[in-house]
């Protein structure tokens, strides 16, 4: 799959869902918005969808700034 552009292999992943990569990751959720093969997932369905080889996610990262 690729993740923000860059190719991230599912074997890495103990939980093969939105919510596993960001943990993955190191990112808190309350932190991002998660867009999935084109589509914004709401926080609460993180942990339903089933992450698979072909798949593109970015990960969108919440900037405070003023």
Do not use: C, Y
Request: overall charge negative; charged content about 20%.
């Amino acid at each position: 799959m690729f993740v923000n552009g860059k190719e991230l292999s599912l074997t890495t992943l103990q939980n093969p869902s939105l919510s596993g990569l960001l943990q993955h990751l190191g990112v808190k959720e309350t932190t991002v918005a998660i867009e999935h093969n084109g589509e914004i997932i709401e926080r609460g369905g993180w942990e339903n969808i089933v992450l698979q080889a072909k798949d593109r996610i970015e990960v969108i990262k919440f900037v405070g700034g003023g």
